[in-house]
């Protein structure tokens, strides 16, 4: 097989894209299924755990490749392309949240309006990474990640940054600057608070970087190669720190930056070995169909939950499942991989059909 480089899109990149999306959508609809579908309550990591920051990390990468084509030139249109981009993410996210409280008859929640969410993380991650790679010079790019790291574990040591409770500094912090009752108040921290944006903008700038060497000129096999011992690196500094600075998804701590990247790279090279180099596509279909609408279907994903779960229909699918298989566990799986596949053939007639929705 011949390693020329060909300018053209790494398909590994789509399939990873549409395998996060189905496994957030699975995740969220798993209901009382098995442990490794369940985050982590404080410190340590899930397989679950690692879904989102594949996302992160995935949409890093995307906006190098997505800028490249302009060459990095900062204008006033592209950056009037990124501020709505971010707009409207951040907008479907509320529209979410004011559906699911219209839905039990709240038409005016907003005294107690969740200000905070995954998509509104996603939305300003992007918007902070993509002006960074407008603005500064590349090479300075990981410089501004390990300091953000290096700068947000300080803040988790000196102020009780890993204390699972409202004198944690992030809850605190969150708390100050937009008030208890618009956080996701389930637990101490918000999982997607305002300032674990610091560790998600260095989440992706490692995505960003990645992209970077996807775009390389290099023979692809050099490439795969470089993209993995970089990936490996990241992995063992990582679990390294993790003595000093656990894992811990709800406040996105250093080490969980780097163990959910290094993973995200070494499972992209992986991916374009077998993909892109083997040529092995024939299983990759239904994750290029989720991943084309990638967001538009997590947030059909969303709607449907919020009307499955006010009707009744979710939890009478569940029961029903239990009762055919009488392991809770199993019956919720399955409930969840149906609900999968019913967001999947909405994505099918779209991809069929030709048609992209971006969000």
């Given amino acids: 097989m ?74 006033r249109e592209v950056f009037a392309r990124i501020f709505k981009r971010t707009a409207c993410i ?44 407008l603005c500064v010079k590349h090479s300075h790019l990981p410089w501004i990640a390990a300091g953000l790291l290096v700068l947000y574990g300080i803040l988790l040591l000196c102020f009780d940054g890993y204390n699972n409770s409202t004198d944690n500094i992030i809850a605190r912090l969150d708390r100050f600057v937009l008030g208890e009752k618009h956080l996701y108040t389930k637990a101490p921290v918000d999982p997607e608070g305002l300032f ?32 993995a011992l970089v990936g490996l690196a990241m992995l063992v500094a990582g679990y390294l720190i993790s003595p000093f600075l656990p894992l811990n998804k709800r406040i996105w701590s250093p080490s969980f930056v780097l163990v959910s990247c290094g993973y995200a790279q070494i499972l992209l090279a992986i991916a374009m070995y077998l993909i892109d180099y083997k040529g092995y596509r024939s299983w990759t279909m239904p994750f290029k169909v989720f991943g084309t609408n990638a967001l538009f279907v997590y947030v059909l994903s969303e709607l449907l939950s919020a009307v499955f779960g006010v009707t009744g229909i ?46």
Avoid at 330 to 344: E, M, P, R, T
Wanted: hydrophobic share 50%; proline share 4%; net charge positive.
């Fill in 2 to 75: 011949s390693e020329t480089v060909k300018k053209t899109r790494i398909e590994a990149l789509d399939v990873l894209r549409g395998l996060t999306v189905a496994l957030m959508i699975l995740v969220n609809n798993a209901g009382d299924s098995y442990p490794f579908l369940h985050h982590k309550p404080w410190n340590g990591i899930t397989p679950c755990d690692m879904v989102f920051p594949f996302f992160i990390f995935i949409m890093g990468a995307s906006v190098y490749l997505s800028l490249y084509n302009r060459q990095f030139v900062p204008s």
């Fill in 90 to 133: 951040i907008l479907v996210c509320w529209g979410i949240f004011w559906f699911a409280r219209a839905l039990k008859g709240d038409f005016l929640p907003f005294d107690h309006f969740r200000l905070t969410g995954v998509l509104v993380r996603i939305a300003l991650t992007y918007c902070v990474v993509a002006t960074l790679a």
């Fill in 196 to 227: 674990g944006l610091i560790p998600s903008v260095a989440h992706g700038i490692i995505g960003f970087m990645c992209g970077k060497m996807l775009r390389s000129d290099m023979e692809l096999m050099p490439k795969m190669r470089k993209i």
């Fill in 314 to 359: 979710g939890w009478k699918c569940m029961s029903f499942l239990r009762g055919i298989f009488n392991c809770i566990e199993f019956a919720d799986l399955c409930y969840a991989i149906l609900f999968v596949s019913l967001n999947f053939c909405v994505a099918l007639l779209l991809y069929r059909k030709n048609i992209h929705i971006k969000i």
